[in-house]
């Protein structure tokens, strides 16, 4: 699906999931409204920046909406609690073995298409 939406999305043990509907120009929207990245909480715990592409975008508020990089279009909503956000990162063992999604801390399986 990845390929398709051409969000640029990241996965890994470092990559959260986010409320968005980034998708290559001039795809239409899908109702698959989330995309996973790569972020990282500011040791203040104030910003999460975001990873997309080769571009950083950075949460300054909780459910600040952010424009899409050069490339893609759509929108990402910040989470609505940094505190939250940035200390419940919950990891699952072996990553899922790359078979799925980890969502609190819980393997979410993507299974055998």
């Given at each position: 699906?990845n390929?398709?939406?051409?969000?640029?999305?990241?996965?890994?043990?470092?990559?959260?999931?986010f409320?968005s509907?980034?998708?290559?120009?001039?795809?239409?929207?899908?109702?698959?409204n989330?995309r996973?990245?790569?972020s990282?909480?500011?040791?203040?715990?104030?910003f999460i920046?975001?990873?997309v592409?080769?571009?950083?975008?950075i949460c300054?508020t909780?459910?600040q909406?952010l424009?899409?990089?050069p490339?893609?279009?759509?929108?990402?909503?910040?989470p609505?609690?940094?505190?939250?956000?940035?200390q419940?990162?919950?990891t699952?063992?072996y990553?899922?073995?790359?078979?799925?999604a980890?969502?609190?801390?819980?393997?979410?399986c993507t299974?055998?298409?």
């Open positions: 699906m390929a398709k939406l051409n969000a640029l999305e990241r996965g890994g043990s470092s990559s959260r999931c409320a509907d980034f998708r290559q120009q001039g795809l239409n929207k899908t109702s698959l989330n996973c990245y790569i990282v909480c500011s040791s203040s715990g104030k920046y975001i990873m592409g080769s571009f950083v975008l300054r909780p459910g909406k424009n899409s990089p490339g893609i279009e759509g929108g990402l909503t910040c609505s609690s940094f505190d939250n956000y940035c419940s990162k919950k699952c063992p990553h899922c073995n790359k078979n799925g980890c969502i609190d801390g819980k393997c979410l299974g055998a298409l």
